[in-house]
């Protein structure tokens, strides 16, 4: 009975530090964007995406994680079968740069190497800063549309976002952890792709960047040179927010404190 209770005790102890473990690993896959310029794709995947992601596993239902994340997100109305968006003609690229910190639930008991589940759907939810810089090409070249303030706008080329998604999560080998996830990042701000509101007066424009911005503005232009829209109207869609999504592979490697066997 003694040994049988300090031999509990030892298991109890060493799994309580192999479930506090951590891990580290890395993401790949792809980024897309929802907003002004793709209102209705939500599964539109713009660029490849890659990340670096650190983990702690609280106990067999929690983690948490601290990840950044890097892609490209672009869109253009040229591209769009609706006629309206054709019209409008704008476009944009942004590189985009995510610092974020979310919690993991586990629907199964999982810890890696521990729990007698190798595998478990999770959700997760969270907070991140994202930063971004949307551009358009002139002429072959990239221009930065921030600094035009092509609705007479001013906006920060960061914002803070709401990370939620789901994901499936095996853990292959003792110390090896392969999982898949798409997360949706709500983002508190709409101008991800430079486009909000309403098209700004001509006369309100800065006179070193006149032509460019009413170019960059409204490149909506007949054979005659006239524009389509006029100033004040709409521009943007009616959502105050534009979103944007991860999705792809992780590889994380889990580091182990003691050897016990698994009691999950």
């Given amino acids: 009975m003694v040994r049988f209770s300090i031999t509990f005790i030892i298991v109890l102890f060493c799994t309580q530090l192999k479930a506090q473990s951590w891990e580290v690993g890395a993401f790949g ?3 897309g964007y929802m907003g002004d310029l793709n209102p209705e794709n939500v599964f539109k995947l713009s660029n490849p995406a890659y990340g670096l992601l650190v983990k702690r596993n609280i106990d067999a239902a929690w983690s948490v994680k601290l990840s950044v994340m890097r892609g490209q997100i672009k869109a253009a109305d ?5 006629l309206h968006q054709q019209e409008r003609n704008l476009s944009f690229i942004t590189p985009l740069t995510e610092i974020g910190f979310q919690a993991e639930f586990n629907f199964f008991d999982y810890v890696p190497s521990v729990s007698k589940k190798r595998f478990s759907p999770y959700l997760f939810a ?35 976002a709401i990370p939620y998604g789901a994901g499936l999560k ?6 090896w952890t392969l999982g898949a996830e798409l997360g949706y990042r709500e983002a508190f701000s709409d101008y991800l792709d430079d486009v909000s509101k309403t098209y700004p007066v001509v006369s309100a424009y800065y ?3 006149g032509s460019n911005r009413v170019n960059l503005s409204d490149p909506s232009e007949r054979q005659d040179g006239s524009r389509l829209f006029m100033p004040g109207s709409q521009r943007g869609d009616s ?9 792809g592979i992780t590889l994380t490697y889990t580091f182990l404190k003691c ?3 698994r009691v999950f």
């Fill in 29 to 31: 896959g792809g980024v």
């Fill in 78 to 82: 040229s591209l769009s079968s609706n």
């Fill in 126 to 160: 969270g907070v991140a800063l994202s930063m971004f810089n949307p551009k358009t090409k002139v002429g072959g070249e990239l221009v930065e549309l921030n600094p035009l303030r092509t609705e007479n706008q001013d906006y920060r080329r960061y914002t803070i």
């Fill in 170 to 175: 095996y853990n292959f080998t003792e110390k």
């Fill in 207 to 209: 006179p070193q960047n």
């Fill in 239 to 247: 959502r105050k927010r534009d979103r944007y999504f991860f999705t």
């Fill in 259 to 261: 050897n016990c066997p």
